[in-house]
């Protein structure tokens, strides 16, 4: 086995630590990776806390990996030495099912998530991107557009296809007006994603800070919701509402500003359950829906796209020794947009 060195959350209430551990050998469908960057997800703070209550330690956080191959599997056919490649959310899918679905495997029994997770084996640990290797099934290796650099298009493996997604699935599109909610890692991927195919996009965030960048994104309005004003003024505007932030806000108000038959999405997942009033819904027959990350051919289409369009993300690049102070901005909002490690500093 390789070892490969990284960084790790041990317990729930330590900073994360430099950690080196054993890569699984691979086998001959696997793709290994020399990871060059990984970004930070606000997930990756959930996970390393033990937020959610699923946390197993050690823990190698990262699902946003890109880097370039540097050995494969006599099996596989897709990739080579020197390809740029990203691993997204997840590296295995249908896990006991009879047969993989490509379209909804991210919401079916049997997904391994990249870190926090075991393998199809049932007993070996996986470890994510904050580490310099990673070894991946071809079938769930993502190839990078020749356009898209590899540190910023980073966080397109989670942030990306986890705005793309939703966006993809209610046709957003030429007439319709989407407004999306926050303006973070997530948020602003969803402006320039949502602007690119067409809609109407209208930034709702706390205060007017970020307005400056959302209209150079490629909102066409932005408005605060801290000013009571907005609701009544935007009351029923909305086709698409898609909800970015995790912490706790007033569903009830934010469907108000749904068009008859228009939906609001989450995407953020707040810890606590938050109440929503059945008139909230059946006023306008509108909907609250859900949506998570995307299928690998999802994700690969997504990557297409935003290579057809320049999309990436705006990031802020951070050594690996910084992630405990990275960890602590994000909660503070302290980045525009999204935390990228460079994994060379492991060295």
């Avoid at 397109?156 to 957003?172: E, Q």
């Avoid at 907005?230 to 934010?254: E, S």
Wanted: with cysteine; charged share 20%; net charge negative.
């Amino acid at each position: 086995m390789a070892i490969a060195k990284g960084y790790a959350a041990t317990d729930a209430s330590k900073p994360l630590t430099p950690f080196t551990f054993e890569r699984r050998e691979p086998n001959d469908d696997d793709v290994v990776i020399a990871v060059q960057y990984c970004g930070l997800c606000h997930s990756d703070i959930h996970q390393a806390r033990n937020e959610w209550g699923n946390s197993k330690y050690p823990m190698v956080p990262g699902h946003e990996v890109a880097g370039v191959v540097s050995a494969i599997g006599s099996k596989v056919t897709k990739f080579k030495i020197g390809d740029h490649v990203g691993v997204g959310c997840f590296v295995n899918s249908c896990v006991g099912l009879p047969e993989r679905n490509v379209d909804i495997e991210q919401y079916l029994p049997g997904i391994v998530q990249t870190y926090n997770d075991v393998e199809a084996d049932g007993t070996t640990p996986t470890y994510g991107g904050y580490s310099d290797s990673i070894v991946v099934k071809e079938g769930y290796v993502l190839s990078f557009p020749e356009n898209i650099p590899l540190d910023s298009g980073a966080p397109l493996l989670c942030a990306g296809i986890t705005l793309y997604s939703p966006l993809a699935h209610w046709k957003a599109g030429p007439g319709k007006k989407v407004a999306i909610v926050g303006m973070g890692g997530l948020g602003h991927m969803g402006v320039k994603i949502g602007a690119a195919m067409g809609a109407d996009i209208t930034v709702l965030s706390q205060s007017l800070s970020k307005k400056e960048d959302g209209l150079r994104l490629g909102a066409k309005d932005y408005y605060a919701t801290s000013d009571a004003e907005t609701f009544k003024k935007l009351a029923g505007t909305f086709d698409l509402i898609i909800c970015t932030v995790g912490v706790a806000i007033d569903w009830n108000a934010y469907l108000g500003l749904l068009k008859v038959d228009g939906t609001m999405v989450l995407v953020g997942a707040p810890e606590h359950p938050a109440p929503v009033h059945a008139f909230s819904v059946i006023a306008g027959r509108k909907a609250l829906a859900g949506s998570g990350i995307g299928s690998i051919k999802e994700t690969q289409e997504m990557l297409d796209f935003c290579g057809k369009h320049n999309i990436v993300s705006d990031i802020e690049m951070i050594n690996m020794q910084d992630i405990n102070e990275a960890y602590e901005r994000v909660l503070k909002s302290d980045v525009r947009y999204r935390f990228v490690i460079d994994i060379a500093s492991l060295a």
